[in-house]
């Protein structure tokens, strides 16, 4: 009879992690604009926008 051991792998520890930090940047966003009007929220979205747009790479 032959033993097979497998060997586990270690686990990565990630220093980013993208889920949590969506999460908080979407609850600070709801944050802002739970109280302003549709024409607020419009401008807030504008004045907010990125400098620079990420394109992702597939």
Same mark, same amino acid.
């Given at each position: #009879? *032959?033993?097979? @051991?497998? $060997?586990? $792998?270690?686990? !990565? *520890? $990630? ?5 949590? !930090? #969506? &999460?908080?940047? &979407? ?10 009007? $549709? +024409?607020?929220? @419009? +401008? ?7 400098? +620079? &747009? ?5």
């Amino acid at each position: #009879m *032959t033993l097979i @051991i497998l $060997k586990t $792998k270690e686990i !990565n *520890t $990630k220093d980013f992690d993208a889920v949590k !930090n #969506m &999460r908080q940047v &979407r609850d600070k966003i709801s944050d802002d604009i739970a109280d302003l009007s $549709k +024409e607020q929220i @419009i +401008e807030y979205f504008k004045k907010n926008q990125p400098k +620079e &747009r990420i394109l992702p790479s597939a």
